[in-house]
């Protein structure tokens, strides 16, 4: 969750079930009350952020007018039974709460967070709650009795809080990629029970083939037929027919790393192939010599056969003068 204003949905962290801290603790709670010595505003906020960096993941701030007299949370509590305890205090004005989350924020930068989580003693938290204090009277105009502490967190706790999403392991990465191979497996198979699939080996033509990447159903690939069987003897009439061995493309799945490009054979086989990398593929065109462009000039035609022309009409006059 990152830093933002959180003046009023208070309840889903502070119902959260929590974990219970350990020596390894990378995050810090700082949490801070106040309560008038004179006037009507009371609140309290709390701010969970990262040792290492100094950010916020998580922050509440509630400024209640008029504050209830009762109910003030204590901040030697859990943090969530604290953040809890925040509309007990009175209605939330939130303008007001705003402003003073704006100096506050102001008032603690990441690099301040920082220092308190490597000395969060008591002179230093008591020198801490005089500054906010005196910043809090000064722009709500009363006077404040205030208090605060902190609380080390790790990072077990802000996952099952909701405030951090769980890191995945690299286990269960390859465990996620472990089932996502079994599933593709199995879809073959059943492919397979329906339609017979024979593996093929593409040809590669690294000069006009086309990218494995870019293969789309209905392009034409020339391929090896493997394997026994219905490959061998397809493969055996082509050679026999001096045919070819290509066939249009009918399907593509991509998986990770690895993309399926499935022939047309005939209705009932099909051919397939498993690529690993990108490579060109040579296609139905891409053995055929290029052409070059035709260029058809009207004019030129008109002046050939107009020399043509006279040149049959001179002969014409010379044969007959021949004869006459």
Known sequence: MPEENNLVDVHTIANATGGSQNKNSAYLAFKFAFTPSRGEVGGAFCQVFEAKSGKVVFQAFWLARPYSGKGLPDPSKEWRSFVKKFPQMGPLDKTTGEKLQKSVNSLLHDDDRKRLFENYTKPRLRQLESQIRRMIEEDTGCVFSAMCDAEELDRNAL??????????????????????????????????????????????????????????????????????????????????????????????????????????????????????????????????PVKPKSGHNFFEDIFFFAILGGALAGLLFFIRYLFL
């Open 159 to 288: 996952e099952r809080a909701k405030v951090l999403k769980p890191v995945k392991t690299l286990a269960e990465e390859a465990e996620k990629a472990r089932q996502a191979m079994e599933k593709q497996e199995q879809k073959q198979e059943e492919t397979s029970a329906k339609m017979q699939i024979i593996k093929c080996t593409p040809v590669i033509d690294p000069v006009r083939g086309k990218a494995s990447s870019s293969i789309v159903p209905g392009d034409i690939l020339e391929v090896v037929l493997e394997g026994e069987g219905a490959g061998a003897i397809i493969k055996k009439y082509l050679e026999d027919n001096n045919l070819a061995s290509i066939f249009p493309v009918e399907k593509v799945e991509k998986q990770n790393d690895r993309a399926y490009i499935y022939l047309r054979i005939n209705n009932e086989i099909q051919g397939l192939m498993t690529i690993t990398k990108d490579l060109m593929l040579r296609t139905k065109y891409s053995d055929e």
